[in-house]
């Protein structure tokens, strides 16, 4: 579901190098944020209003989307060895982008329509494979990234033989998901789950018993409206939204130009220093790729963090409270030491080790949260029949591609601040 989205801004290096001397080499990951996500936006309100006319019948086919990404991933690959660069690569890799934004609403809203029928641990599955996907492509992008710097001066064949593995490695996932599918899809439970309501409806009413239970689940499939459930589920909405609101302002368009202290000094900007203990790790292509990987591992440990008791809350004032709290993050990143040709903020954390404590505690939240708020809206007590049950779920993943949408936006104007 986002191993597109991971794959693209996750090889922020990589593209830094091929889109050299365009005018996108320092804002490609802003283009990459508000392409993707308002495209996204875009196809999922299409199907929401199309899921509004008719919430009992409303499925999608999710295949198509995933084979389209296995192509994709293949053609990025192949793209690997090619002389395309500068903006002509820029254009081409975008029209890929803006591709996997539109297969990745149909996947995105098909998966949690149907999660939102099944008990609420079902959703924290999902959310918690989310980051799954996050970490295996930033693990990738890391080794990649220790290829590349296995000398000072790497040469093509070097940085092409580390993309070009990265890649494949996300055609295999994809690949991996797909086979998946068609193994989860014929599962028992599965099959039991998804036809529950539906059965009323299948079998011929023998008693006047069964008739009117019949008449009752039909009658509560017709009372569904998308106003309704946005009304019953409006705090969870706009938790959500915020969550990846303010994760999107700050992740990845500031926090990849943020670089290490130790090889860019403060005090001397656009200056690296040179290491006196000859340190791969603080390489600005190793560095930055470790950030992600923490973010990432972050992101899905708090995606995991719902299954214990003791740390879920499906609380809506309290999930809104926590979501809000997050927008201490944004000056806390502005104030790290983001290496720009512009910068006029001064360098307040200027500590390596307290940057990735930073990004770790943002990460946390941001899964946890994530996965609190998606799991709490299906199990409202007002939340009654499998129509409902779908529907909220696609609001609120409506909403968590909403708050993407805003936060690659606004990391425009949050980077220019800097």
């Known amino acids: 579901m986002l191993l597109p989205w991971n794959v693209f801004i996750t090889a922020s290096e990589y593209f830094a190098k091929r889109f050299k001397g365009s005018p996108y080499a320092e804002t490609f990951q802003n283009y990459f944020s508000t392409y993707f996500t308002a495209v996204n936006l875009l196809v999922f309100a299409a199907l929401l209003w199309k ?41 081409f890799t975008m029209l890929l982008l803006v591709i996997t934004g539109a297969t990745t609403s149909l996947f995105q809203m098909a998966v949690f329509a149907e999660a939102s029928r099944f008990p609420a641990p079902y959703v924290q599955a999902v959310m918690s494979g989310q980051g799954i996907a996050g970490v295996a492509v930033a693990v990738s992008s890391i080794l990649s990234a220790f290829a590349g710097s296995a000398t000072r001066t790497p040469d093509e064949a070097d940085i092409s033989r580390a993309a070009f593995l990265y890649f494949m490695s996300a055609l295999v996932i994809t690949v991996a998901a797909l086979v998946g599918r068609f193994i ?21 009413p023998e008693e006047d018993e069964d008739l009117e239970d019949a008449e009752r689940f039909l009658a509560e499939q017709e009372d569904v409206t998308l106003y309704g459930v946005v009304r019953k589920s409006a705090g969870l909405i706009f938790a959500v939204g915020y969550v990846f609101i303010i994760t999107l302002v700050l992740f990845p368009s500031v926090t990849a130009l943020i670089k290490s202290v130790a090889r860019h000094d403060p005090k001397i900007p656009n200056a690296p220093v040179e290491l006196s203990d000859n340190s791969r790790f603080l390489d600005d292509d190793v560095f930055v790729a470790f950030h992600f990987v923490l973010f990432n591992v972050g992101d899905w440990v708090g995606r995991t963090m719902p299954i214990f008791n003791f740390l879920r809350t499906f609380n809506a004032k309290w999930l809104m409270t926590f979501s809000v709290a997050r927008t201490v993050f944004v000056p806390l990143f502005l104030f790290c030491n983001v290496v720009t040709s512009d910068r006029t903020l001064p360098v307040w954390i200027d500590s390596d080790i307290v940057y990735f404590i930073l990004v770790w505690v943002f990460a946390v939240s941001n899964g946890w949260l994530g996965s ?12 009654t029949c499998s129509a409902e049950k779908s529907l909220v779920g696609s609001v609120m993943s409506f909403s968590l591609v909403v708050g993407l949408a805003i936060g690659g936006s606004m990391s425009f104007w949050v980077r220019s601040l800097v």
């Open 184 to 204: 989860v899809a014929r599962q028992p439970f599965y099959i039991r789950q998804i036809s529950m309501n539906a059965s009323v409806l299948v079998a011929e």
């Open 372 to 383: 609190l708020t998606m799991m709490a809206a299906p199990q409202q007590p007002s939340i």
């Open 51 to 91: 899921q509004n006319k008719s919430a009992a019948t409303f499925r999608i086919d999710n295949l198509w989307p995933v084979i389209f990404n296995t192509v994709i991933f293949a053609v990025m690959a192949a793209t690997v060895e090619s002389d395309m660069q500068g903006s002509g690569y820029f254009w």
